[in-house]
Structures are given as C-alpha cells and as structure tokens.
C-alpha cells in the first residue's frame, strides 16, 4: 500500500524512472507552485510492480471524459 497524496505519488513514481525532464498540465499558478514544492520535498519511488504495458491504460488518446 502506497497511501498518501496522490500528487506526491505521482511525482515519486516519474522521479523513479530518472527523467530529466517532466511534462505536466496545471490550472493555475497556485497549482504550479503546489506541484513545484511536492517535486522538491518528494523522493524517488521505485515500484516496478505498477509497471503496465497496456495502451488503454497509459496512452491519453485513448482515454474518455469522465464527468
């Protein structure tokens, strides 16, 4: 169980595969900011057993609106 915010996760598990850099969509600065400093305090997580292959999942053009 990995727990805890989701954003912090998030970021945990991109600074796990070493990136250099990246890509991320905000809705304001206040989102930035909140980004930014969750990118600062976050480790590294490395959770090879999230891993997934499938499209469905991992490519955006694939996905629909939920509202």
Not at 17 to 35: A, F, R, T, W
Not at 36 to 52: D, G, H, M
């Amino acid at each position: 169980n990995y727990g805890g915010d989701p954003l912090v996760l998030a970021l945990r598990l991109a600074k796990g595969l070493g990136p250099d850099y990246i890509v991320v969509g905000v809705n304001s600065l206040k989102h930035l900011e909140e980004i930014l400093i969750a990118w600062e305090n976050s480790s590294a997580l490395r959770a090879p057993e999230l891993a997934v292959s499938e499209p469905a999942i991992i490519d955006p053009r694939t996905w629909t609106d939920i509202v």
